[in-house]
Structures are given as C-alpha cells and as structure tokens.
C-alpha cells in the first residue's frame, strides 16, 4: 500500500515518527462542479480540524484531482510554515497521460511531492536548486527532473523552523 510506504519515506526524511491516521472522506462543500475538481484549500481547512492533539504535521493524500482558482490544478497545496498539506495523486499516475501504468515512477513522483507539500509546512518557500525537491513543479516533467531530497539550505531552514536544534 501505498501509504505505508510513504510513511517510512517521510519518517526517514524528518526522523520524526509518522502514524497513518484512518481514512477521511473528501469534504463534499470542496468539489468545483464547474471544474470537476476539488478546492486543495477547503481540504486543507477540513484537514486542519483533524489534527491530533500530539501531531505537528498533518499530510492528507487524496486521489481526488486538486485546484486552486488560479491555477488549473495543483499537485498538493500546503499552510506555509503551517499544520497542515495535501497532495493529491490524480496526475501524478502515467495513466493519466494516456501511458502504462508506472508503479516505481508513481511513487517516486508522491514521494516528492509529499516531501515538497511537508516542507511548505516547515516555512520552506521554493528552492532555486533543480536539485532540491522544494523547486517548483509545475508539470510531471518537472516534478521528474528535480532532486528527490531537501538541499542542504532548505534541511537547514526547516530544521531551524521546527526547533528541533541539531540533526533533524
Ligand atoms: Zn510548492
Ligand atoms: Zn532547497
């Protein structure tokens, strides 16, 4: 399953404990009938109540196609330097491009994008580095072509941010 597995790459990534929470439904009040997506900022809203009491960050996954007013879609929206994030898997699939399903592409691609979504969460702002999974991915091409880590002065600034001192 998909989501134990990110588990483990997100845990690696922060050394931090990660739990699977149950599953949510998506709140009905953020699907755009005229768009045929969801609003990625009302789910954030709907995430921020669900956070656990002991959690720091709250990271939903969906499967549903996300959008912001502006923009077309989004691979995931995030509360900079807040609680919660998302991101959402609908075209993070090759399928969705008319090509074969890609299981090691796929999950590399929500690997990133979680990454990326969480690091919002921590303060991080885009990364001019190509190298840096917090550069900004517009499209799947890009979100391919970055780095699949935090560079060394974004693991800095979210360290800082978190105020988990050394190491983290
Ligand atoms: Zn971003
Ligand atoms: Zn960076």
């Known amino acids: 399953m998909i989501l134990q597995w990110l588990r483990k790459e997100v845990a690696d990534t922060f050394l931090a404990t990660v739990r699977e929470m149950p599953p949510m ?3 009905p009040a953020s699907f755009e009938a005229g768009r045929n997506q969801h609003s990625s900022t009302k789910i954030l809203k709907e995430l921020l109540g669900e956070v656990p009491k002991d959690a720091l960050k709250l990271l939903g996954i969906t499967g549903m ?3 912001i007013p502006i923009l077309t879609y989004v691979f995931g929206e995030a509360q900079l330097g807040g609680t919660a994030a998302v991101v959402s898997t609908a075209r ?6 008319g090509g074969a399903p890609d299981r090691p592409l796929f999950l590399e691609r929500v690997r ?3 990454l990326h979504e969480l690091g919002h969460t921590f303060g991080l702002i885009h990364c001019r ?3 840096c999974v917090m550069h900004l991915s517009n499209t799947v091409v890009d979100v391919d072509a970055k780095g699949r ?3 060394t002065y974004c693991r ?9 001192g050394s190491g983290k």
């Open 25 to 27: 439904s998506v709140p």
């Open 65 to 67: 196609d996300l959008c």
């Open 149 to 151: 880590n935090f560079c």
């Open 112 to 114: 990133k994008e979680s």
């Open 156 to 164: 800095t600034v979210a360290a800082s941010n978190a105020g988990g």
């Open 129 to 131: 580095s190509g190298e």
């Open 92 to 97: 993070l699939r090759q399928e969705f491009y």
